[in-house]
């Protein structure tokens, strides 16, 4: 059993540059992508950005250049980088493991992000 426990979060304005965290506990190395999905209100969960076992990684266009993907495997940690704030990055962001950026065997209980303008 894989659990994730996202953290960073919160109340930040517009232009801010917060970090997300997710720890991983549990197996992982069978999965080869980590990856931060969001879902805003009235909307489905979209990806954000994933990073795969051997670095390469993927964004979803609405951040390509404000948002950076790592992971850390010897800490089981996965981080999101986000700069450059805009009010439509509100969301629940939610880390995740997967055998690829779509197919996703474990989700984390999300943290929310409220960019205020």
């Known amino acids: 059993q894989v659990q994730l426990v996202e953290s960073g979060g919160g109340l930040v304005q517009a232009g801010g540059s917060p970090r997300l965290s997710c720890a991983a506990s549990?197996?992982?190395?069978?999965?080869?992508?980590m990856v931060w999905y969001r879902q805003a209100p009235g909307k489905p969960r979209d990806l954000v950005a994933g990073?795969?076992?051997?670095?390469?990684?993927n964004y979803a266009d609405s951040v390509k250049g404000r948002f950076t993907i790592s992971r850390d495997n010897a800490k089981k940690m996965v981080y999101l980088q986000m700069n450059s704030l805009k009010p439509e990055d509100t969301a629940v962001y939610y880390c995740?493991?997967?055998?690829?950026?779509?197919?996703?065997?474990?989700w984390g209980q999300g943290t929310q992000v409220t960019v205020s303008s």
């Open positions: 990073i795969a076992s051997g670095g390469s990684t």
């Open positions: 995740a493991v997967g055998r690829s950026y779509y197919l996703i065997n474990y």
């Open positions: 549990g197996s992982i190395g069978s999965f080869n992508a």
